[in-house]
């Protein structure tokens, strides 16, 4: 599955506030999935296999490094099983860049999916991405749902990132 979405990841001070928000506004909890996310070396963009309770996916995506509302570029192939064999094969293609553990929270409201993640070596995170699937919602249109999610969950701008976990955690 090919699909933009627009992203924002930031600090995450009161997750209790957050919660409750999503709660109030009947958010879709599709449960905490306790993540591992192996980056790959690749040439351009990121390659990520992601093994969960819940979602699992091999995932190649393009990403400006700038911080508040940014396009992301992502395409997305469910893995059901073998996931281990995948992910040596990659490994042994490509190499590992690092590996992100996570306990991770997932809401949705409506094409608007909400992460509260709790990263190891890094701390408490919440992500917005609003998902046009298939092109018809525009990304001005997505770029608005951003907008209007960080304000209501009083996101401040220097809580805004430019990096993924990734980068954070071979930056620490």
């Known amino acids: 599955m090919n699909h933009n979405n627009i992203e924002i990841k930031a600090r995450c001070a009161d997750a209790a506030f957050i919660r409750n928000y999503l709660q109030q506004h009947s958010a879709d909890f599709k449960g905490t999935d306790f993540q591992t996310d192996t980056y790959f070396n690749v040439h351009h963009g990121r390659l990520k296999l992601r093994q969960g309770n819940i979602e699992?996916?091999?995932?190649?995506?393009?990403?400006?490094?700038?911080?508040?509302?940014?396009?992301?570029?992502?395409?997305?192939?469910?893995?059901?099983?073998?996931?281990?064999?995948?992910?040596?094969?990659?490994?042994?293609?490509?190499?590992?860049?690092?590996?992100?553990?996570?306990?991770?929270?997932?809401?949705?409201?409506?094409?608007?999916?909400?992460?509260?993640?709790?990263?190891?070596g890094l701390g408490s995170f919440v992500e917005i991405e609003a998902i046009d699937v298939d092109g018809s919602k525009g990304l001005d249109f997505i770029k608005q749902q951003c907008d209007f999610y960080v304000a209501a969950l009083q996101i401040k701008e220097e809580e805004l990132l430019t990096e993924s976990y990734s980068d954070m955690l071979m930056n620490s």
């Open 56 to 120: 699992n996916s091999l995932i190649f995506y393009q990403r400006e490094d700038k911080a508040g509302p940014k396009l992301s570029e992502v395409t997305l192939f469910k893995v059901k099983e073998e996931s281990e064999l995948l992910k040596k094969a990659l490994t042994q293609a490509n190499g590992v860049k690092v590996a992100v553990r996570k306990k991770r929270e997932i809401y949705f409201i409506e094409n608007v999916k909400f992460h509260i993640d709790e990263v190891e």
